[in-house]
């Protein structure tokens, strides 16, 4: 069963970067268009990124031009590089498929301090 595991996450200022990870066991995930999502506290999961196989991406508005996402298929792992950085982008963040077809993962929570 194919296993995913987030990091990177943690406490950064406001304005301030983070790059998260989400490694996936498994052979799906080169098949697969990949997707993180965001859970605040209080709110519903939602997508923020999303990357297709051949790499072409999607982005939430809130985070439309202050974030990008990466897949590396070599070592089946998927990034999210997020810029400038807003109180309103804290949470929980997981990856899956677009569909939400896996396990999820832990998580990795992101603290935004302004």
């Known amino acids: 069963q194919v296993q995913l595991v987030e990091s990177g996450g943690g406490l950064v200022q406001a304005g301030g970067s983070l790059r998260l990870s989400c490694a996936a066991s498994g052979s799906i995930f080169s098949i697969c268009a990949m997707a993180w999502f965001r859970q605040a506290p209080g709110k519903q999961r939602e997508l923020v990124a999303a990357?297709?196989?051949?790499?072409?991406?999607n982005y939430a508005d809130s985070v439309e031009g202050r974030c990008t996402t990466t897949r590396d298929s070599s070592r089946k792992t998927v990034y999210l590089q997020m810029n400038n950085r807003k109180p309103e982008d804290a949470g929980d963040y997981y990856c899956?498929?677009?569909?939400?077809?896996?396990?999820w993962g832990q998580g990795t929570q992101v603290t935004v301090a302004s």
């Open positions: 899956n498929t677009v569909d939400q077809e896996l396990l």
């Open positions: 990357i297709t196989s051949g790499g072409s991406t």
